[in-house]
């Protein structure tokens, strides 16, 4: 037993604009409806409504995209078609959008811009990681040492000689 003025006041104030706009239709939809039905309908407007987006049943797109470029191992990187023939066949079709392809060179552009890839020419590659950078430039500084390195020069030590004593005057026999 729902009165119709008790539909209308509902509080609009918490709820998003796009929301509102939605939950107004329903509300002017189900009013022309009798009471009861109206007031399922409510309940099924709002329900839907205060559901969250439902959290995809796929890795982040980074992980996909990197596993791809990992197993792939090409030397001058990988095309976004070879990338998403990877992933699609990796992951299971029905867990992926239909729209995957686009969004995927949206994600592949993205994380160019950001760094967390690096786009040579028309393939993208994993950038090198800060660790190996720094081993590179250990390996670098090793090697141009080494060659560098000079021997000690050895010092040469003077013998002292060696004085015999002198010998004593002969005592002449008068």
Known sequence: DVCSSDLISLPRRNLPPHLTLSLSLSLSLSLSLSLSLSFFIHQFFLHFQRS???APSHPPYIDMI?????????RTGS???AIAKHIEERQKVRDLPPNFRTLLFVQLKKFVA???LVKVKNS???PPTAGKREALKKAKAVTLKSPAKKMAPVKVRKLKSIKSPAKKPAVTKK
Do not use: I, P
């Not at 990197?66 to 090409?74: C, G």
């Open 52 to 54: 969250e987006a439902m």
């Open 66 to 74: 990197t596993e791809a470029l990992v197993s792939l191992n090409e």
């Open 79 to 81: 095309s976004h078609y």
């Open 114 to 116: 950001s760094g967390k």
């Open 124 to 126: 993208f590659k994993l």
